[in-house]
């Protein structure tokens, strides 16, 4: 049986919500326009979608973030950044797909070393990018190889391995760092100075998330079962826990709407799930948080979920790199034995939109 070797890998809707990016196995990044079906009163199932503008990079792609301020009306806004492996960060223009510019960091032999995460500041003033035990600030206006330098780790003290994940907060002067160490470092905006370190997961950090007032962080792993919210009134204090299934390293995107009371994550097995963040969690003294909707997305992994921002849509990737079964092998097809054994049929590697709301279509558009 041949197994399929491009999967995606995650999904995020543009801060305008007219397009759709998403990166994939083949480290190419593609994007998607909004379909213009969704604007009409009737619609169900609507055509396959094709991208757009497809953007290949060099090698796997780590990290990448839309520019926060990006307005179709305004075409200069229209970017995004991407990092890949041996590759210095590349800002793409959403419109063309040609490369604008591109960020260069390097170590202390003067070797050219790749970004493990970005995002830009709210006011998309500065690019963050996260590193071994380090994190470097660009001015987005000036490209190239200029950067600050704040270290996470300092004298065996504080905050160690690779920087992951990078969220800012909407309402405080700060920002979060996750790291594979297991641990999420909160920082001061301005100086980059520590203000907390978040203990409590059991594998390494992939995705973080503030909720719109600021008051709590999300935070999730790979190969960990839970997204744990932390109380950022009292750093350091687990307000619950949502419990998912996450088996292998791949990140599991999760999202929340603009409202900041849903919050909804895939798993390995396909299921999507669906938390009321403002509802009591259960249990006592470790609270967990009950889903309060899962359907079946599909049979392979969702890694990837984004809420559109404006309007009752999710947008959900899924796949993952597929391993043949032991008894996958040509001999014992020429042997002419017994079949070998089913298992669930796997490989539906796709990107779908799922309405959310109470009129209109409600089937998936693949």
Not at 96 to 107: H, K, M, P, Q
Not at 220 to 243: A, N
Request: aromatic share 10%; proline share 9%; glycine share 10%.
């Amino acid at each position: 049986r041949c197994l399929p070797e491009n999967f995606l890998k995650g999904c995020k809707w543009a801060p305008d919500g007219s397009c759709l990016l998403t990166n994939s196995a083949d480290n190419t990044l593609r994007i998607y326009n909004l379909p213009p079906e969704l604007f009409g009163q009737e619609w169900g199932a609507m055509a396959e979608m094709s991208p757009v503008l497809r953007m290949a990079e060099g090698d796997t792609v780590y990290d990448y973030c839309w520019f926060p301020l990006m307005s179709s009306a305004d075409p200069p806004t229209c970017f995004f950044a991407s990092s890949s492996r041996d590759n210095p960060v590349h800002v793409w223009d959403a419109f063309c797909g040609d490369l604008r510019a591109t960020f260069r960091s390097y170590n202390h032999l003067d070797e050219l070393t790749a970004a493990h995460s970005l995002c830009f500041t709210p006011d998309g003033s500065q690019l963050f990018c996260g590193f071994d035990k380090t994190v470097r600030v660009f001015e987005t206006e000036r490209p190239g190889r200029v950067c600050e330098s704040r270290p996470t780790f300092v004298k065996k003290q504080g905050q160690s391995g690779i920087i992951s994940c990078i969220a800012f907060s909407p309402a405080q002067p700060l920002y979060a760092c996750a790291s594979y160490s297991r641990t999420v470092g909160l920082y001061s905006r301005a100086e980059g100075t520590a203000l907390a370190m978040l203990q409590g997961h059991r594998g390494g950090v992939t995705h973080a998330l503030f909720s719109p007032d600021g008051t709590r962080l999300f935070t999730g792993g790979r190969k960990d079962p839970e997204i744990l919210s932390w109380d950022l009134r009292q750093p350091g204090r687990v307000l619950f826990s949502m419990h998912r299934s996450v088996a292998t390293n791949q990140r599991l995107y999760f999202d929340l709407e603009p409202s900041g009371r849903f919050l909804l994550s895939g798993t390995t097995e396909g299921l999507v799930s669906v938390w009321d963040t403002a509802q009591p969690p259960n249990g006592d003294p470790e609270p967990v948080l009950e889903p309060l909707l899962q359907f079946q997305a599909l049979r392979d992994c969702v890694n990837g979920i984004s809420l559109h921002p404006s309007l009752p849509l999710l947008a959900s990737a899924s796949g993952q790199r597929e391993f043949p079964e032991p008894w996958d092998s040509a001999e014992e097809d020429e042997e002419g034995g017994p079949g070998p054994p089913q298992r669930p049929a796997r490989g539906q590697n796709c990107l779908q939109l799922w309405w959310c709301g109470e009129s209109g279509g409600h089937h998936p558009a693949p």
